[in-house]
């Protein structure tokens, strides 16, 4: 398999386990540790699912552009979307230290993506959101 | 995703197995919950079987985690996967629950 993966997924939740599939064969073909092909999935689909569930005014299917490329040990992914403008590191990182009582759960998706990420970046373009996410693969997961 | 349950003495035990993401946290929602809608017995969750979690899953052990207190009701969660530790981790979930390696040393724990 190339060393890039190219997927265009349509924005239903059961999407999200469709690219996982094929994420884990790309990482798989690739020689990528298994941990790591854990944590690109759940930023691409806490991300995804974000854009899937807030992002779009109609009912209408879209498509959510997907890629995954490995290029001197790094692991970029570029997602791309034509949803309503959206830049998920905007948010306010959840509170951790708070008890089952006070816990909520908001916020915890995209602070998985910075927590995992080296690199994340966002930008709206004329036709829609933008987001990169690079993970160095000398880092250890 | 499917759901396994199990009555273990006086313990519940609920595993389920394959992807608990937004595509089929509403089923383990549904699931976890008819057991927490009244007071219950003490109640591990196996994550033995479980290959992947997100936030949409951890959504659904959080709701069950502040029905548990309530209901002043032993919960426990078992099984969990290096990835999936992590995951706990990162989301501070591990100060939240009672997290114990296996299912019989938790069924023990509890029962």
Redesign the interface.
Known sequence: MADKLVVRLKNQLPEVARLAELVDRFGACNGLAEGLIYNVNLCLDELITNTISYGYDDHREHIIAVQVMLENCVLRTVLEDDARAFNPFDAEPPNLARSVEERAIGGLGVHFVRTLMDEVSYRRTSSGNRVELTKRLDTGG | MQIAEEQLGAVLVIAPSG?L???TAKAFEDAVMKHFAAAGPATVIDLADLG?V???G??VL?MA??RA?VQNRKLALCGLS??IR??FE???FTK?FDIVPARAEAVAKLG
Do not use: I, N, P, T
């Open positions: 992807r993401d937004s595509g992947y997100s936030s949409a951890l959504r959080l985690a502040k207190k290096s990835s992590e995951v990162m989301s501070g939240l």
